[in-house]
């Protein structure tokens, strides 16, 4: 997963024609450091995606434009559109993130 630490580098991201996964996250945040245990296989299985990673104590105005109210979130965008958004009392367990992206149509 590569991080993202500029607002520029997220719009660059963003605006592709390919869909994107971007995980927001914080280093005090005990869920996010959870999801962190679990999300390599569901990376690998779900490499349609480029998997990217920002911090939202980093760029909280990117978090705050994109509705990102709690953490893990994960969002999908693709030509610079938000289409899907997996909050953060969702993102708890890998069946909850694998059924999210099962449910997602490119």
Known sequence: MKSITTTEQFTKV?????????KFQAGWCPDCTRM????DPIIEEYNNYQWFDVNRDELPEVAEQWEVMGIP???IFK???KTAHLHSA??????SVTQFLSEQKE
């Open 14 to 22: 963003i605006e592709g024609s390919e869909p994107v996964i971007v």
């Open 90 to 95: 969702n993102a708890k367990s890998p069946e």
């Open 73 to 75: 979130s994960l969002l």
């Open 36 to 39: 962190d245990m679990f999300i």
């Open 79 to 81: 030509n610079g559109e």
